[in-house]
């Protein structure tokens, strides 16, 4: 079955964090939210043993919208939601500076090109991060446990649906 657009261009940010080396071994729970329902908050809260988790999937709100122009760019909103102990503020702020190194350097053996404007996940031209922020968790007895440190990733795809010719099956989507 072939890939849709969209979800090329959130694998390829995907790809890059699995391959960066100051994240291996280091998140013990991925959310990749590929699946049915996994966009539901509550299906992907990690647990203490789960930290540090992280979550990557399309962005709450619409992205930025398309420009209908001849050079058909899409702008991709994606968040990103990594959840820490709540004493490791630290380790909050460098997962967030690592993950721009790593989207902006990742490339995939024997590849000069990185991950993100690899022609393999749909030749992105380019992305922008936000800032982190972050709120306490407290557990059903108000104790606080972790954090939640949340930024939103857009990402910019030269696409033409004029000259697409990809056959999608929307019936294995379901």
Known sequence: MAIPTL???RRAVWSAVDAWP???GLFRRKFKLESRGALD???YIP???DLPAIAIGPAGVPSTPWHTNQTQIINYAIDVTVWTSHRS???GELIWEQFNRCV???TPPGSGTTYLFHTDHGQLQDHTVTQPGAI???DADGVQTMMRWSWSMTLNRLWNPRQETTELDLVEAI
């Open 7 to 9: 979800t090329q261009m």
């Open 22 to 24: 100051a994240f291996d």
């Open 41 to 43: 908050p509550q299906d």
């Open 47 to 49: 647990t203490m043993g």
């Open 89 to 91: 503020v630290n380790q």
């Open 104 to 106: 902006w350097q990742q």
């Open 136 to 138: 306490f968790i407290a």
